[in-house]
């Protein structure tokens, strides 16, 4: 089983190495991914405000959840246990994915390449608007069902992960419903949340 999970990972990094802009290929190496275990993450808060990549094909109740994405790449807000909370952006449009992942980059600590974003879920719950956006997205992983490998990416990638290229690969990795149906579905929760914020803007 092992084996096969990482022959599966192997293949869908290099599909996506084969859709990275023309030139950009050489910058897929260990100065801006690297590989871990998602079960070896670590359990405390230098997980948080970092993105990780991994398969999640047989979500334990996914046979009563509507939809799901078989390639979350997700910022974390908390690992526990066994369990990763974060915000899987692919749940949301485009232009809301886009306004998200700035929030994300303009707290972004320090100058390396895998510097973590200090943009917690702290920050989302103050931020009425912010939160009502950003709730369709926030999801929950077993990470004892993941696969054995997985990638950090750094914040050098975010927005090719999230905006360029790479995000149109990883849009068609929902299973039971396509991304236009989702887009629509988040669309219809967010203006929702956003009613129910009462009409305060955040400041």
């Not at 993105?51 to 009563?64: D, G, S």
């Not at 910022?75 to 929030?103: C, D, H, Q, W």
């Amino acid at each position: 089983m092992a084996n096969k999970e990482v022959d599966s990972f192997e293949q869908i990094i290099q599909s996506i190495k084969s859709r990275l802009p023309e030139g950009s290929t050489d910058e897929f190496d260990g100065s801006t991914v690297r590989v871990v275990s998602p079960r070896s993450i670590p359990r405390n808060i230098l997980s948080r405000g970092r993105v990780y990549f991994f398969r999640y094909t047989f979500p334990k109740t996914r046979l009563k959840l509507p939809y799901y994405h078989m390639y979350p790449c997700v910022y974390a807000t908390n690992v526990e246990k066994n369990y990763l909370t974060g915000v899987n952006l692919f749940y949301l449009p485009p232009k809301f994915r886009g306004i998200m992942l700035s929030r994300f980059k303009n707290k972004i600590t320090g100058e390396g390449n895998f510097a973590r974003s200090l943009f917690d879920y702290s920050f989302m719950e103050r931020l009425k608007v912010v939160h009502a956006t950003v709730k369709p997205a926030i999801k929950q992983y077993d990470l004892r069902r993941a696969s054995v490998q997985g990638l950090e990416i750094s914040n050098k990638l975010w927005d090719e992960f999230y905006m360029g290229d790479l995000s149109q690969v990883l849009e068609k990795a929902f299973m039971k419903k396509n991304y236009l149906n989702v887009q629509v579905l988040s669309r219809a929760e967010i203006i929702k949340n956003l009613l129910n914020t009462g009409g305060d803007s955040d400041d």
